[in-house]
């Protein structure tokens, strides 16, 4: 009994009020691919917004304003003679309900954080579209990120093979301070920033370096996480989770990662989480914490319970996560025989752990992210973690008031997200 109370303590302290979850009152927008369209749910009502059924590969994106929508559609296209596929961007205007293409094959777009443009590339080229003209940027660029107040990038080039071996990965500043409208070398405004060294360690763990990858910086923006890569199907099982300060003084390897789940910064406070581990899920549901490193400090805690593994998670504030979770267990080739995984409280200060979702037992609890602006915590429960689809769900910090948003839903993203 007074362990019941204690924890009921714990409970009013973490959530101290408690309201229906409501959807259909929100100011969360829900863009979402289902059954070959994209769609836009709007105060609990869903509207179809593209006539034409498609392949629409990837999650789509919403303008710092919430104005526009960005998305990729797959078409094929004869290519050098041959057959292929190519990866048309386009632009949805929710004002005007119109859609127009910015480019007709490109990949990893990204909005402006300040205004409405995009970045993209094409053929290791960087380009930037207003969306009615696109303009080079930069050249032989393999990943990038826009900086916090849009007036460059952080962007990375990879090592290339040799008769002597592979070169190092380089990350460079691209400036657009000058304007990228009217940039005519395409070398000037670029900086050196970081030379990674060929081969990275953390442990015992080595992996060569030769991409430089994911990057996100710090809610200070005192710092910038990213992953070093080495060759493709060696990426699959081990990669290393890098910081680097802001002004490339310090750069530092935290901990081995795969890149089936992505680093996230704390709110306010410079804590980088993250799921440490290497090993590709087919090899087992073993071997991934969940980890919080405090900067500058590098005071690091592990989260996972013993005999367990994290498989995604959410910040809910600098304090407290959400983590999906399962008991550690062996890949099966039989999907019902995998383990289904659940969400979980986590707060720092107390490390308690508490289960907020109990799905049944043919259905798992999925990809996490909290709502700030709802102050509710949002999930895909679906049959497998392979499953390319599954049913939106939106409740409470503590689980509570736990309903369907959308059902069979695709790639998703929401506005606003933070």
Not at 13 to 32: E, H
Not at 36 to 43: H, M, Q
Not at 107 to 125: L, M, N, R, Y
Request: one cysteine or more.
């Amino acid at each position: 009994m007074v362990k019941l109370i204690h924890m009921l303590v714990i409970f009013c302290f973490l959530f101290p009020t408690i309201s229906n979850a409501a959807p259909t009152d929100s100011t969360v927008k829900v863009a979402y691919i289902k059954d070959g369209y994209l769609w836009i749910n709007d105060k609990g009502l869903d509207k179809k917004v593209t006539d034409q059924k498609s392949n629409y590969p990837y999650p789509p994106q919403w303008s710092f304003d919430g104005k526009m929508l960005l998305y990729q559609k797959e078409v094929r296209a004869t290519i050098n003679e041959s057959q292929g596929t190519e990866n048309e961007l386009w632009v949805y205007d929710l004002q005007t309900k119109k859609h127009r293409k910015i480019f007709y094959d490109g990949h990893d777009p990204k909005w402006s954080p300040t205004e409405s443009i995009v970045a993209f590339q094409s053929d290791g080229v960087l380009n930037i579209s207003d969306l009615t003209s696109f303009y080079n940027i930069a050249l032989g660029v393999d990943d990038y990120e826009w900086q916090p107040n849009g007036k460059g990038f952080i962007a990375s080039s990879s090592a290339s093979l040799r008769p002597d071996g592979w070169t190092h990965p380089i990350l460079y500043t691209i400036s657009l301070k000058g304007g990228y409208q009217n940039i005519s070398d395409l070398t000037k405004h670029v900086k050196k920033f970081l030379v990674i060294p060929k081969e990275l360690k953390k442990n015992d763990v080595k992996i060569p370096s030769i991409n430089a990858q994911s990057f996100a910086y710090s809610p200070n923006n005192k710092w910038i996480s990213f992953i070093v890569s080495p060759t493709a199907s060696f990426s699959m099982d081990s990669d290393m989770l890098c910081v680097i300060s802001a002004e490339g003084k310090e750069f530092t390897v935290l901990d081995e990662v795969i890149l089936e789940f992505q680093p996230k910064w704390s709110f306010k406070d410079s804590l980088l989480g993250y799921i440490a581990g290497g090993g590709r899920i087919v090899f087992g549901f073993k071997d991934k914490d969940l980890k919080v490193t405090e900067l500058p400090a590098y005071h690091t805690l592990t989260l996972t319970p013993k005999n367990y593994a994290d498989m995604g998670f959410t910040w809910v504030n600098d304090r407290s996560l959400i983590v999906s979770r399962v008991k550690e267990t062996d890949w099966s080739n039989d999907p019902k025989k995998r383990p289904k995984p659940t969400l979980y409280f986590v707060t720092l200060d107390s490390q308690k752990q508490i289960q907020i979702t109990i799905p049944s037992k043919d259905q798992g609890d999925y990809n996490p992210q909290f709502l700030p602006s709802i102050n509710k915590i949002t999930w895909v429960r679906q049959i497998d973690i392979a499953s390319t689809k599954g049913d939106l769900w939106v409740a409470e910090l503590n689980g509570e008031n736990a309903q369907i948003w959308i059902q069979d839903i695709g790639p998703y993203s929401f506005y606003p997200s933070k």
